[in-house]
């Protein structure tokens, strides 16, 4: 999905990191940022993974896709965030092998509930295995259909309002779409996370057919100015916005 391909190149004692984009962006731990040793000593130093999750990390990356796979470093600083603001009800939009619903699950209490998108039927039989090794099959509730129409399937039911965490990490096409929905679907003061928002450095300058990085762009800039939130995009994994809901 992601190009992860960057370079360093040094000249005297400057040194820049080219390839796509031009910056000090990094990326995971698991992808682009593998040999950074800073990001090797923030995973070191900081990681706490709980024992379920490592395995599916390792199990995730004999797949040919686990590039996909959210970094672990990103999913515990969301975890965080859960507990934070003693989140119940959380949605994961694109589950992919289950690295983050899982996270997520585990940080909350027994009364916690996290409803999770995908519709490839591999990597949710990857997923369920994980969630019933972990003990917590029962507080994820996974939905194997198109993204939008679970969202707009809970919105019908009447539960706008009443989630306090979204992360949204499928298709990038549908993602001013997620956001709109994630939005109907938040409380007050809940947090919607949306991933990927600077795919591998390209929104700086999309290239004229580069229809993802234009469309990541344009929704970073509709939030810049979007006063029905609170507002910080992180340089964490792929890019990290947090949008929290006035
Ligand atoms: C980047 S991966 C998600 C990674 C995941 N959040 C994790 O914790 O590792 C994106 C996933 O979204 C799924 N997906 C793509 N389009 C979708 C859609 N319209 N509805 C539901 N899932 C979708 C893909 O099959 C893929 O597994
Ligand atoms: C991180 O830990 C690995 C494995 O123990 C080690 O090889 C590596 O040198 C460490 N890197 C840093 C920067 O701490
Ligand atoms: C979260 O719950 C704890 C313990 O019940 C409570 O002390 C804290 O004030 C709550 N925090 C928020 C943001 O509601």
Not at 74 to 89: C, D, V
Not at 111 to 136: K, L, M, P, W
Not at 203 to 219: E, K, M, R
Not at 233 to 242: A, E, F, Q, R
């Amino acid at each position: 999905m992601t190009t992860d391909i960057k370079m360093l190149f040094c000249v005297g004692l400057a040194c820049v990191l080219t390839g796509v984009g031009t910056s000090a962006f990094i990326g995971k731990s698991h992808g682009g940022g593998k040999d950074d040793p800073v990001l090797q000593y923030v995973v070191n130093n900081s990681l706490r993974e709980h024992p379920v999750l490592t395995k599916l990390r390792l199990r995730t990356l004999e797949d040919r896709s686990h590039r996909m796979m959210v970094a672990s470093e990103q999913a515990q600083f969301m975890a965080n965030l859960i507990k934070l603001i003693n989140a119940t009800k959380a949605i994961e939009i694109g589950m992919y092998t289950g690295y983050n619903a899982l996270s997520m699950a585990l940080a909350m209490p027994d009364s916690g509930r996290v409803v999770a998108c995908e519709v490839v039927e591999q990597y949710i039989a990857v997923a369920n295995t994980f969630f019933q090794e972990a003990g917590v099959e029962s507080k994820i509730d996974v939905r194997q259909k198109l993204a939008l129409i679970t969202l707009n399937e809970l919105i019908a039911a009447g539960e706008a309002g009443t989630y306090d965490f979204v992360f949204i990490d499928a298709d990038k096409s549908n993602y001013d779409n997620y956001y709109e929905q994630s939005l109907q679907l938040i409380r007050k003061g809940g947090i919607i996370a949306i991933d990927n928002v600077l795919w591998s450095g390209n929104v700086v300058d999309p290239a004229p057919t580069d229809y993802t990085s234009q469309a990541l762009d344009a929704l970073n800039k509709k939030l810049h100015k979007d006063q029905r939130i609170e507002l910080s995009m992180l340089t964490v994994g792929d890019g990290l916005t947090i949008a929290i809901k006035r």
